[in-house]
């Protein structure tokens, strides 16, 4: 997939009357990063409604698996713990 050109950009910006705009390749952003954009971003544009209800269900499964790992890496840190 190739980086969007300055001039697309521009055309979304203006359309949207806003420079505060980010484009994200969900696939290939951290669980975090996916999550928070899927449960506070807004969608612009959708091809396939079954293809992001998945890729929102995937992101939601990576997140929390990601959440689990960050709980069991605080609890080694701080009461010296197993993960």
Not at 56 to 82: C, K
Request: hydrophobic content about 35%; charged content about 35%.
């Amino acid at each position: 997939m190739q980086p969007m050109a300055v001039a697309e950009r521009g055309s979304i910006t203006s359309s949207l009357r806003s420079e505060r705009v980010d484009l994200v390749w969900l696939g290939r952003a951290d669980p975090v990063f996916s999550f928070q954009v899927l449960s506070k971003g807004r969608i612009l544009f959708c091809r396939d409604p079954d293809r992001l209800n998945a890729r929102e269900l995937e992101a939601r499964h990576r997140f929390s698996d990601y959440r689990l790992y960050l709980e069991r890496r605080r609890r080694w840190r701080t009461d010296g713990l197993p993960t």
